[in-house]
C-alpha cells in the first residue's frame, strides 16, 4: 500500500486508531440506518455498495440492516479498522489501500464516502473523485462536511487534518455526465432556490 500524504499517514497509525476506539458501532448504528433510507429513497433498486474510509464499517452494516442481499466492498487505509471491518463479515471484497490508489472500475452501483474527502490533502481530491466516478455504475454518494468555498479548520488540536468545501459541486464540475439527485441542506447549486 502505498501512501500519498501526511492525511493519510495521519489516520493510517494511531490517530486513527484512536478514532476506531472512540466510534463505536453500537453507538452510531441506529442513527446510520436512519440516514441510508432517507438516502436510499432517492435511489433506483442499489445492490452493490463500495465505501472508501469505511472504518468500521457501520455505514456498509447499516445498508446490510436496509437491504439485506447487498454486495458491499471497501476501501481502508488503517489495519486495525480493516480487521474490524473484516470481523463483521459483511463484505465480499476489501482492500487495505488509499482510495488515492485505486483504479478499479465499475465496481458497485454506488460508490461513497463519508467523512473522508474531508480529510484528504487538498491537492489530491482529483485523485479521489477519479476514485468515486470510476468505480460506480450508477450513483456517487458524499457525505462530508459543505462550505461554499474551501477552509481548512483545525481537527481536535491538529492543522490540516479536516477541509470543508464543495466536494459535490467539484465533482459534479469535472464530470459532465453526473448529475445531482438529492442533497440535505441549503445548496447552491439549487435549480429551484
Known sequence: MKIFTEQEKFWANEFGNEYLNR???????????????EILKNTLSIKSFLEFGPNSG????AIRNLI?????????????????LKGLNICEN?????????NKKNIAEMSFTSGVLIHLN???LNKAYEALYLSSKRYILICEYYNPT??????RGHENKLFKRDFAGEI??????????????????DNNF
Do not use: C
Open 23 to 37: 466510534n463505536q458501532i453500537k453507538d452510531l448504528l441506529p442513527k446510520k440506518i436512519n440516514m441510508f433510507s
Open 94 to 102: 476489501l482492500w487495505h489501500d488509499s482510495m488515492l490508489n485505486f
Open 58 to 61: 457501520v455505514n456498509l452494516l
Open 150 to 155: 474551501p477552509t481548512s479548520v483545525i481537527y
Open 68 to 84: 439485506p442481499n447487498s454486495i458491499l466492498s471497501g476501501v481502508e487505509v488503517n489495519e486495525n479498522a480493516l480487521d474490524e
Open 172 to 189: 459534479l464540475s469535472k464530470y459532465s455526465d453526473l448529475e445531482l439527485v438529492n442533497y440535505s441542506f441549503v445548496y447552491k447549486r
Open 122 to 124: 487538498p491537492d489530491y
